[in-house]
C-alpha cells in the first residue's frame, strides 16, 4: 500500500514537473513524419499480465516489423529527433502514466517483450512476480545499453548474452531488498547518472556490496571492463 500511495504521489508530480519537456518532444516527433509521437509496446507485467508500455517514439513507425526487440545506438530505425530523446533517456518519461494507472511502478525490474520473458529460467520468472518498474540498479548499471550493443551484428543475441545475464541478477538482487528507503535512493541515482554515471556507479557498488552479493555482480557494475558472454540465471549455458 505504502509503494503505491509513493507511487502515485511520485509519477502524478512528475507527469506535471516535465509536462514542458514531454510536450515539447511529442511536437517535434510529430513534426518530423506527422504520425503518432507514442510508441506503444505490450510488455509483461506483474503475474506474466501482458500491458501496454508507454513511451514517446524514438523510431520509424515500421520499425517492429524487422523483428528486432533490442536497440543500438546506431540503430538505422531511430529517427534524428530520437538520438537525443533516448540519450537523456526523455521517451521513458511516458511511462509515468503507466505508474498512475497502476500497471507499474516507479522502481522495479525493467519490463521485456513476451519473446524475452519467454526464455527466462525459473529463477528469472522471480523478475514477474512483482510490479515492473521505471528504474532499478540495471537502468543505472546498463543506461548505455544501446551503446553496448552498437555495432553488434544480431542485437538480440548481444542483449542475451551480454546484458541479460547481469540485467536480471540485479533485479534479483533489488527483489530481495527492496524498501521505500531503497526506492528513494534508486530515484535519486538514476537521474545522477544522466548527469554523472561514475558517481551513480559508485552508489551501485556501494549498495550492492552492503548487500553481500556476489563479486562477479559487483565487478560487472562498477563497469570497468568489457562485458563477456554469460549464462543467465539458473542456467550454465550461454544463450546462442
Given at each position: 500500500?505504502?509503494?503505491?500511495?509513493?507511487?502515485?504521489?511520485?509519477?502524478?508530480?512528475?507527469?506535471?514537473?516535465?509536462?514542458?519537456?514531454?510536450?515539447?518532444?511529442?511536437?517535434?516527433?510529430?513534426?518530423?513524419?506527422?504520425?503518432s509521437p507514442l510508441y506503444i509496446s505490450p510488455r509483461i507485467g506483474k503475474n506474466n499480465?501482458?500491458?501496454?508500455?508507454?513511451?514517446?517514439?524514438?523510431?520509424?513507425?515500421?520499425?517492429?516489423?524487422?523483428?528486432?526487440?533490442?536497440?543500438?545506438?546506431?540503430?538505422?530505425?531511430?529517427?534524428?529527433?530520437?538520438?537525443?530523446?533516448?540519450?537523456?533517456?526523455?521517451?521513458?518519461?511516458?511511462?509515468?502514466?503507466?505508474?498512475?494507472?497502476?500497471?507499474?511502478?516507479?522502481?522495479?525490474?525493467?519490463?521485456?517483450?513476451?519473446?524475452?520473458?519467454?526464455?527466462?529460467?525459473?529463477?528469472?520468472k522471480e523478475l514477474i512476480t512483482v510490479k515492473p518498474g521505471i528504474t532499478d540498479f540495471?537502468?543505472?548499471?546498463?543506461?548505455?545499453?544501446?551503446?553496448?550493443?552498437?555495432?553488434?551484428?544480431?542485437?538480440?543475441?548481444?542483449?542475451?548474452?551480454?546484458?541479460?545475464?547481469?540485467?536480471?541478477?540485479?533485479?534479483?538482487?533489488?527483489?530481495?531488498?527492496?524498501?521505500?528507503?531503497?526506492?528513494?535512493?534508486?530515484?535519486?541515482?538514476?537521474?545522477?547518472?544522466?548527469?554523472?554515471?561514475?558517481?551513480?556507479?559508485?552508489?551501485?557498488?556501494?549498495?550492492?556490496?552492503?548487500?553481500?552479493?556476489?563479486?562477479?555482480?559487483?565487478?560487472?557494475?562498477?563497469?570497468e571492463k568489457e562485458l563477456s558472454p554469460h549464462a543467465p540465471p539458473g542456467s550454465d549455458?550461454?544463450?546462442?
Open positions: 500500500m505504502i509503494k503505491r500511495i509513493f507511487d502515485i504521489i511520485f509519477s502524478l508530480g512528475g507527469l506535471l514537473f516535465f509536462s514542458p519537456i514531454l510536450i515539447l518532444f511529442l511536437i517535434s516527433v510529430w513534426r518530423y513524419d506527422k504520425k499480465e501482458i500491458f501496454n508500455l508507454i513511451k514517446i517514439r524514438t523510431m520509424t513507425v515500421d520499425a517492429d516489423k524487422k523483428g528486432i526487440s533490442s536497440t543500438s545506438d546506431n540503430d538505422t530505425r531511430i529517427i534524428p529527433i530520437g538520438q537525443k530523446t533516448r540519450k537523456y533517456k526523455i521517451d521513458e518519461l511516458t511511462q509515468l502514466f503507466n505508474v498512475l494507472i497502476g500497471n507499474m511502478s516507479l522502481v522495479g525490474p525493467r519490463p521485456n517483450v513476451k519473446s524475452e520473458v519467454d526464455l527466462y529460467t525459473e529463477i528469472e540495471s537502468s543505472i548499471v546498463f543506461s548505455d545499453e544501446g551503446k553496448i550493443l552498437e555495432n553488434k551484428e544480431n542485437p538480440d543475441l548481444s542483449y542475451n548474452q551480454l546484458i541479460r545475464p547481469w540485467k536480471s541478477r540485479l533485479g534479483l538482487i533489488y527483489i530481495k531488498h527492496q524498501s521505500t528507503l531503497l526506492d528513494l535512493e534508486l530515484m535519486i541515482f538514476t537521474l545522477v547518472a544522466i548527469i554523472s554515471k561514475p558517481t551513480a556507479l559508485k552508489w551501485v557498488v556501494k549498495k550492492l556490496n552492503k548487500f553481500k552479493v556476489n563479486q562477479k555482480v559487483i565487478n560487472v557494475a562498477k563497469r549455458k550461454i544463450v546462442v
